[in-house]
């Protein structure tokens, strides 16, 4: 009896193990631009047109080079997280990809500044990652953390 029932607990895990799989991902870029304004952007890049377009939008204001880093949009795409201005050491981290059905989650950790932290320089958080390209939806659930000064 107890064997059917350890088989019948086993078996009810194994499909939503097999429904999440991890991707794996690199990181193109995070940082947090001191001086620059922008509002919250979470964003999937597919073709390169677009990719040269949110790469102009994201160095303005900021010492981010003209030419963005060198993706295969034959092979790969990119995702954006940005946060908007903060009043100083925060952190946009997108922790981890998986695919879960017929999705993709994006796990993201906001990080704005602690409440007692005194500010100078405004800055805004992006984090860029590059991963294997997808054409499945992309849902971002975001997670609100804070920095300490």
Do not use: K, Y
């Amino acid at each position: 009896m107890l064997l059917l029932l350890a088989a019948a607990c086993s078996r009810g895990s194994v499909p939503e193990a097999a429904a999440a799989a991890s991707l794996p991902i690199e990181t193109l870029l995070q940082q947090s631009n001191p001086g620059q304004s922008g509002p919250a952007r979470r964003e999937v890049i597919r073709d390169q047109e677009t990719w040269t377009r949110i790469w102009a939008e994201l160095r303005e204001g900021s010492a981010l080079p003209a030419e963005p880093p060198t993706v295969d949009f034959a092979r790969d795409m990119v995702i954006l997280a940005a946060m908007e201005t903060q009043g100083c050491v925060s952190r946009a981290t997108i922790r981890g990809v998986v695919r879960q059905g017929q999705e993709l989650i994006v796990d993201l950790l906001e990080a704005p500044p602690a409440p007692n932290c005194v500010c100078i320089v405004s800055e805004r958080p992006i984090h860029l990652i590059r991963l294997q390209q997808s054409d499945l939806p992309v849902r971002f659930e975001a997670e609100q953390g804070r920095t300490e000064c």
